[in-house]
C-alpha cells in the first residue's frame, strides 16, 4: 500500500477563496483523522471518522470548515471562504480502530492564503 | 477533554548521550500512549505505543514507561545519534488522540 495519500501537497490560495484538501486512507482503515498543524497550536485534531460517519468535529474551528467522507476511499476538508489565519499543515491520518491503533500519517497539505 | 503536556520543548544533546521526555496527561480513561517522530516536511511517524495495562516497554534504544496514578509517561533515547534529531510528539488517547505539544531533539555528533 501506498500510504496515506493527500493532496495537493502545497496550495496557493487569496483570501476569500474556497480551498479543498483531499486524502485518500489506507485500504481496509476505518477510522480517519484530520489534523491541523502550526507553531502556535501546534497538532489539533479538527474532525475524525469510523466506518465514514463524522464521530467528533469539535475540533472544527468555525463554520467555514466542513469535512466530508462519501466513501472509504476518499475524504475532503473544505475551508469556504479562506483567511491569513488558515495558513497551516494540514494532516490527514487513518487507523484501524479510532485512536486506540496506530494512526498513519499522510505527507500533509501545507496551505498558504494571502 | 483531553489535555497533554509535553517537556522540554527543545533538547539538544551529544551523540551517544541518552535523552528523555516526559509528558502528563489528564483524562484518567486515556489508555494508549503512542510516540511520534516527526522529520521535516513529513507526516509524524510511530515510534513506540504502550497501553495502559503495562508500565514500561522497549525497542531496541527506545523505551517509554508509564505511570497511570500520577497521569506521565516519558519516552527514553539512549545512545543517540544524529539521525534522532527530529521532532518528538507524544499523545494520549480514549477515542481520539490528544498530542503534546513537541520536542525538537537535536543530536550533535
Known amino acids: 500500500d501506498a500510504g496515506v495519500i493527500q493532496s495537493p501537497r502545497h496550495e496557493v490560495t487569496e483570501m476569500g477563496q474556497e480551498v479543498t484538501l483531499r486524502c485518500k486512507p489506507i485500504s481496509g482503515h476505518n477510522s480517519l483523522f484530520w489534523y491541523r498543524q502550526t507553531m502556535m497550536r501546534g497538532l489539533e485534531l479538527l474532525i475524525y471518522f469510523n466506518n465514514n460517519v463524522p464521530i467528533d468535529d469539535s475540533g472544527m474551528p468555525e463554520d467555514r470548515f466542513s469535512a466530508k467522507m462519501p466513501n472509504a476511499s476518499f475524504s475532503t476538508l473544505k475551508i469556504q471562504p479562506s483567511e491569513p489565519r488558515d495558513s497551516a499543515v494540514y494532516f490527514c491520518a487513518s487507523s484501524l480502530g479510532q485512536g486506540k491503533a496506530e494512526a498513519f500519517f499522510g505527507q500533509g497539505t501545507r496551505l498558504t492564503v494571502v | 477533554g483531553e489535555n497533554v503536556e509535553q517537556h522540554p520543548s527543545t533538547l539538544s544533546v551529544q551523540e551517544g548521550d541518552s535523552a528523555v521526555i516526559k509528558c502528563t496527561y489528564s483524562?484518567?480513561?486515556?489508555?494508549?500512549f503512542p510516540w511520534y517522530k516527526q522529520e521535516l516536511g513529513k507526516g509524524p511517524q510511530l515510534i513506540i505505543d504502550?497501553?495502559?495495562?503495562?508500565g514500561e516497554k522497549k525497542d531496541q534504544r527506545i523505551a517509554v514507561t508509564l505511570n497511570k496514578t500520577a497521569k506521565h509517561f516519558s519516552l527514553h533515547i539512549t545512545e543517540t545519534q544524529p539521525e534522532d534529531s527530529a521532532v518528538y510528539f507524544c499523545a494520549a488517547s480514549t477515542n481520539k488522540l490528544t498530542f503534546g505539544g513537541g520536542t525538537r531533539v537535536l543530536v550533535k555528533p
Open positions: 483524562d484518567s480513561a486515556s489508555n494508549y
Open positions: 504502550i497501553r495502559s495495562n503495562v
